[in-house]
């Protein structure tokens, strides 16, 4: 098996030690690092509510999927990081008008901080037919 580093314009860049994505070529497993409400153009914060936030968050990862060839319906495993976990019926909410059923499984974990005082963070792992664009 080969990983292969997926890297868009499209969604931030990484800030720390990690990828956008990895793909796996001979399989079909992609990896999606954690995204946070940046807005990839700036590289700033998105202003405004958690809802706001979270609509950032499902582009990004929609962004990193895209450029994976797949799409947010085919994440298998997402796990959501939030400040506040009040805040999770607004992710179930916003979750409902990005993603199809069946839902991918999840997990959603209530922490002390984010990285840039963000109140939300998204990370998962997709599955797609192959790697082909890296093989």
């Known amino acids: 098996m080969q990983k292969h580093i997926i890297s868009t314009d499209q969604a931030p860049q990484a ?3 990690y990828s956008q994505a ?3 070529s001979g399989g079909s497993t992609v990896y ?3 995204q946070i409400p940046l ?3 700036t590289m700033q914060m998105v202003e405004g509510d958690i809802s706001a936030q979270i609509n950032q968050v499902f582009k990004n990862l929609s962004a990193v999927c895209k450029a994976s060839g797949g799409s947010l319906n085919d994440i298998v ?3 959501i990081f939030l400040t506040d976990l009040s805040n ?3 992710v179930n909410e916003i979750m409902a008008q ?3 059923q069946p839902y991918p499984a999840r997990a959603a974990v209530g922490i002390k901080e984010l990285p840039k ?3 939300v963070e998204m990370d998962g792992v997709m599955l797609i037919e192959s790697c082909n664009n890296y093989d």
């Open 77 to 79: 495993k997402l796990n």
């Open 39 to 41: 807005i990839a153009e």
């Open 22 to 24: 990895i793909c796996v």
């Open 32 to 34: 999606l690092s954690g």
């Open 117 to 119: 005082n963000s109140q």
């Open 88 to 90: 999770f019926p607004i």
């Open 15 to 17: 800030i720390g030690t």
């Open 98 to 100: 990005y993603f199809d």
